[in-house]
């Protein structure tokens, strides 16, 4: 059962990871900030699935950090986005 | 070892964006995801404590932070620098490059096993009464070093509030967000905080057997304070208020004392009485927790400022 | 009984990596922001509800069920919310260099 939800875990990581390389090509910017939100699930699940695997303390807890704090990335990213194309000039 | 070479190449192929990348905000963004991705790096390496502490700096408030920079940034005057020329790109291309060979000879030549205090730690774990080494170190045998990071984020509060205009000064900190007094990021701010309270609490109670602790625990309740204020619902607290004051330093002023009862009572400072190790250390860790995050908050927020709608 | 509990975790385990398959496939595949918005706050978020759900019955303690019930549950509210203004953002058409 070990080897399963490790290979189950492995198996989200190559996809979110196969999701993170088209959501780093853009074009835009909400684009971009959906790999935090992208990672965040997939992270997410990869902890619990490693958690019930290997029961080492403090993965779920970690889970649960990242619950609580990925939209919190999420938001404060949309919140501090430049209002039109790309940033004001530099 | 497929799961570690996917992270290593995912980190690389997001760090060069980040580094690349011509716009502020869109490093930024691919910065917080880079925090995460960290985070499992961290996992992988069987260190969960510090995988905690990324996952709630990275993604709760290292983004804020950076955002708050890139804004300040852009209101101020167009930086006037001459482009680097070649010999300047070359130099700092040869210069990155030696360090990290460096760095990587320095790995490699490390001997095998690897010089560690482990055992030492796990020998004396004992004597504090905590099931988390990594608590251990940080509030018993390296205690020392612990006091002074703590210290070393009250002095940072004054240097930041130090660069206030004197007309700002005593004015709530940061900038004024515009209001969201309903939708999704009002229910967001209103939903998230209660229960990231109780998750924070959590997080710093197991924190003396299991991953976890006051840092997270701070982070974590930081980001539930900054919520309200990025959704424009609540404002931060002037700073000239006295309470907001005595909580920044009141972690290490509460270490310090219990360093001093160390003296006192075992001869050491520092050193915790036999039998209530695990009372004085949790008691202390319960204020830390609370300065450090005033003290991130204040951080990240930036020092007051004249114009309060730039 | 174990048994049951094993097959109960790896249909429903299966059944979630179907999902996170299927968001990446929507990332990969569809045309705009706004399409492929859908394909990562809903799939991923369903699938994260199945690997949960196949995880329940083999949490140690009462502690660890409502653990994992209360990420699931925090997922769902902070991504319902959290979509939508990745949809406002994108809209606005602001583009990143």
Known sequence: MTEILLGAALLVLATVMTGLARVLRGPGIADRVMAAQLLGTGGIAVL???????????????????????????????????DDGGDPPA | MIADLLIVAAIVALALPVVLGRSAFTSVALFVAYGLLLAFAWVRLDAVDVALTEAAIGAGLSGVLLLGAARRLAGGPPVEDAPPGKAQVALIGVGCAGLAVALGAAIL?????????????????????????????????????????????????????????????????????????????????????????????????????????????AAILTAMWLLPWMAGIAAPPPISRA?????????????????????????????????????????????????????????????PAEDRDA | MT????????????????????????????PDTSSRLHALTKADHLGLGLVVLGLLPRAESLGGVLRL?????????????????????????????
């Open chain 1, 48 to 82: 619990l699935l490693l958690d019930a695997a290997t029961g080492t303390p403090g993965l779920a807890d970690a889970a649960l950090t990242l619950a609580l704090l990925a939209a919190f990335a999420t938001v404060a990213l949309v919140r501090g986005a430049p």
């Open chain 2, 109 to 217: 030549a490390l001997p095998d096993p690897a010089p560690s205090l482990a055992g030492p730690v796990m020998a004396n774990i004992a004597a504090l009464e905590v099931g988390n080494p990594v608590t251990a170190v940080l509030m018993g045998f390296r205690g020392l070093d612990t006091l002074l990071e703590a210290a070393v984020l009250v002095l940072a509060v004054v240097a930041l509030w130090a660069l206030a205009p004197d007309a700002a000064w005593g004015g709530a900190p940061g900038w004024r967000q515009p209001r969201a007094a309903d939708g999704p990021l009002a229910l967001l701010a209103r939903v998230l905080p209660p229960i990231g309270v109780v998750v924070a609490v959590h997080i710093l109670w197991v924190g003396a057997d299991a991953p976890g602790g006051k840092f997270q625990a």
């Open chain 2, 243 to 303: 309470w907001l004051r005595i909580l920044v330093a009141a972690g290490p002023v509460a270490f310090i004392l219990a360093g001093f009862a160390g003296s006192a009572l075992q001869g050491a400072f520092l050193a915790y009485p036999q039998g209530y190790a695990k009372a004085v250390i949790i008691a202390v860790e319960v204020v830390l927790t609370a300065s450090i995050a005033v003290a991130l908050a204040l951080l990240v927020l930036g020092p």
């Open chain 3, 3 to 30: 048994l049951l509990v094993d097959v109960f975790t790896v249909l429903a385990v299966a059944a979630g990596i179907v999902f996170f398959i299927a968001g990446t496939a929507g990332l990969i595949r569809f």
């Open chain 3, 69 to 97: 019930l209360a990420i699931w549950g925090l997922v769902l509210v902070s991504s319902a919310a959290a979509g939508p203004m990745l949809a406002r953002l994108a809209r606005r058409g602001a583009r990143g260099g």
